[in-house]
Every structure is written in C-alpha cells, then in structure tokens.
C-alpha cells in the first residue's frame, strides 16, 4: 500500500479512466496519451526546487515518516537529490499524460 491509497486515492487511476467514463454512462470516449518533456535548465530549475518543498512539506513528509516508510533525514537527502538534478545542466524531464475525453447522450 502506498501513500496515494492510504490517503483514499488510486495510483492506478489513469488506466481506469477509459471505464469509468463507459460505467458513469458516456456513449462516446477518446483516449489519449502525451508525453510532456523539458529539457530547459530555468523550467528544471523550477521543477526541482518545487519537488524538494513538496517532499519536506509537513503534510506529505509527516504522513511518510508516521508510516515508517522513510525519515526525515532521507526526506531531506531526496529533496538535496531534487535541488542537484535542478541544478545539473543535462537534467531531463518526462512526465506521461493519459487524458479521456468523453460525451454523454
């Protein structure tokens, strides 16, 4: 089980989308999937400084170590790793997208 679930969520949601839309009744569906890449130092920069306050967050990093799956000396190693890459002049980004558009009668 991973924090997503213990919070009542589901890290497996993206590839349900497609039938929920079908099961919530819409008739039409399109399915999409995207990569967003970036290559850019400023946008990376950006990018890593923003994961390293997300990981030392109270609200995330409390819920992490109160489960015992990390400390908050390794959250703090995660978020030094983050600030590196950010700063690192080939660091490279690519988040996976999947979008359903879909329409009811």
Known sequence: ????????????IGQ???ALL????????IVTASFECDTDPTQNR??????????QEKSFGSKLVEL?????AELEQIA?????????PDSFMASPWCEVVGWKA
């Open 80 to 88: 030094e790793a983050w600030q590196s890459w950010g700063e690192h």
């Open 16 to 18: 349900m989308q497609h």
């Open 68 to 72: 015992g799956l990390t400390t908050w």
């Open 1 to 12: 089980m991973n924090v997503v679930e213990i919070n009542g969520g589901s890290p497996y």
């Open 46 to 55: 950006a990018m890593a400084r923003a994961a390293a306050a997300w990981v």
């Open 22 to 29: 079908r099961e919530a009744g819409f008739i039409q569906r």
